[in-house]
């Protein structure tokens, strides 16, 4: 490409706002952006998530900059048909991308309606603090919690809170529920099963299925003290309920994960996960124990303030402690729980082996009629096969092989519901997932932990963790070992009690912070 073409489709890009998505399909997005500085913005997308100009092509990258999408360029913009590019998506060559340039009234007129949207925000929450005369005083004798809720799998960690807010008599407290999304690219359909399971524990929740704008207009209105959104990632949530628009309140964090300094960061060889821009609308994050001297370290190189940080131990670390063991397979056989991770592709933490392990799993599986195995897939495993290339399984392989699985005599899978009745039931464990690596030790299971070659790096504290893993880097290897350990007595048990312990010193972390609210109003 010549210097002068290139500067003219570099000048025009950069002056425009973009609809992206599939050819002929809704856009993902109407509001693309793209920055003089390479970057891509007004649209939240691994896979889009840089552009350049090269080769006579414009080019959108992912965030380790590899290319995902190029669109063939005409000499000159005014060559486009109906303002229009179409581009091969490298991933999925099935696939073909369209980026529309849009008209600038039309621009201006989103434009002025967001500056509209933002304005009608901030005159909410100014409204809140006017005074008497111009607002009704509401009556308030407690204090207001709302949790934000959308995975029924991770609510463990927070269960044990919401039961004792509920029971307090100083406290009132609304659960919002929702569906899950997946960035822009999808939503799940999760609002259902959570609300079944909150039904379950005698808890009542707000359904939000669309209008979240007016929903969190309503909590406003009631001004919540506290919020507690299940999650830190943005991607999980609408707009509306992104922290953005909601540290009007104190925004609490309690993690799903028991511990996030088993890894860095994906696509980091250092720092922690604990410098997550979430954290900076935090008013406490709740963590199983102290910061260790290398996770302070992070924090003060970053704009986290190292005073949200309050160690409790871990709601969750003792609700999985006291699972009560429930096998789902009608088997008399030795027990084999085989948990997924979703990070299937090249991208993220790159743990998951689904794609390279299951054909083997499933002739293991049938050739061992002795054993009971239950297949758990991470509740992102199916989305991703679906929405992203995956090399080694297409959806169709997977929901297929998922049938197949279930109707085995020995064999089962469990989906939408906590996994750790499972667990505890288990005699032995085989997973490629994060989260199990030191969830299942909690129970003292015999693990065998597969890893893929290339995933994110362990931290020193996560290769400590590690200690009381079965590591192996193949299948076959996996298989034998869970064949050995089903007979023979597990040494890294003692190791186990060392990882976990402190996480379990506290016996209720959810009365810790339930008084630090109480500090907080001075109740």
């Not at 995975?151 to 029971?167: G, I």
């Not at 406290?171 to 359909?189: A, S, T």
């Not at 102290?290 to 190292?306: M, N």
């Amino acid at each position: 490409m010549n210097e002068q073409k290139r500067h003219i489709w570099e000048n025009y890009l950069t002056r425009q706002w973009f609809a992206f998505g599939k050819k002929d399909e809704e856009p993902y997005t109407r509001d693309m952006i793209l920055n003089s500085d390479g970057q891509i913005s007004n649209y939240a997308a691994h896979n889009e998530s840089f552009w350049q100009v090269c080769d006579d092509q414009l080019q959108f990258l992912d965030m380790n900059h590899e290319i995902t999408t190029r669109f063939p360029l005409p000499e000159n913009p005014s060559e486009m048909v109906k303002f229009t590019l179409i581009g091969d998506y490298v991933l999925d060559p099935s696939v073909q991308h369209q980026l529309m340039a849009r008209q600038l009234p039309e621009s201006l007129h989103d434009l002025k309606n967001g500056f509209g949207n933002q304005l009608d925000a901030h005159f909410d929450q100014a409204s809140l603090t006017v005074t008497p005369l111009m607002k009704k005083i509401k009556t308030r004798s407690r204090v207001r919690v709302a949790f934000i809720l959308n995975s029924v799998e991770t609510l463990p960690a927070l269960l044990p809170l919401m039961k004792a807010l509920q029971e307090d008599e100083a406290f009132e407290v609304k659960i919002l529920v929702m569906n899950k999304q997946y960035y822009d690219l999808n939503i799940l359909p999760t609002l259902d099963d959570v609300t079944a399971f909150l039904q379950k524990q005698q808890l009542i929740c707000i359904p939000v299925e669309s209008n979240y704008e007016a929903a969190l207009k309503k909590l406003r209105l009631w001004q919540a003290d506290f919020i507690i959104r299940q999650s830190q990632w943005d991607g999980d949530y609408p707009s509306a309920f992104q922290a953005d628009h909601l540290d009007w309140a104190r925004l609490i964090h309690v993690p799903y994960t028991i511990t996030e300094k088993m890894t860095y960061a994906p696509h980091h060889q250092k720092g922690t996960m604990l410098t997550n821009d979430y954290y900076l609308h935090v008013w406490r994050y709740y963590i199983a124990e102290p910061l260790y001297p290398d996770e302070k370290e992070a924090v003060a190189a970053s704009f986290i303030s190292q005073d949200i940080f309050q160690p409790v131990g871990s709601m969750k670390a003792k609700m999985i402690e006291h699972a009560t063991p429930k096998w789902p397979i009608n088997h008399p056989g030795k027990r084999v729980l085989w948990t997924a991770h979703h990070s299937v592709t090249d991208t993220w933490f790159k743990f998951g082996t689904f794609p390279r392990i299951y054909q083997a799993m499933l002739g293991w599986t049938r050739k061992h009629q002795e054993l009971s195995v239950l297949f758990n897939p991470h509740p992102l495993l199916r989305e991703i096969i679906a929405t992203e290339p995956v090399s080694g399984v297409t959806l169709e392989q997977y929901d297929q092989f998922l049938k197949t699985f279930a109707a085995l005599p020995n064999g089962g899978v469990l989906q939408h519901q906590s996994q750790y009745g499972a667990s505890a039931a288990a005699d032995a464990i085989l997973t490629d997932g994060y989260s199990a690596f030191y969830e299942m030790q909690i129970q003292r299971k015999p693990i065998v932990a597969l890893l893929r070659k290339n995933h994110t790096p362990f931290t020193p504290e996560g290769e400590e963790i590690l200690h009381g893993l079965h590591v192996v880097h193949d299948i076959g290897h996996a298989q034998q070992e869970l064949l050995r350990l089903l007979s023979e007595p597990d040494d890294k048990r003692a190791q186990q009690i060392v990882n976990t312990q402190n996480w379990l010193i506290n016996e209720h972390p959810e009365q810790t912070i339930l008084q630090a609210m109480l500090k907080e109003m001075r109740i």
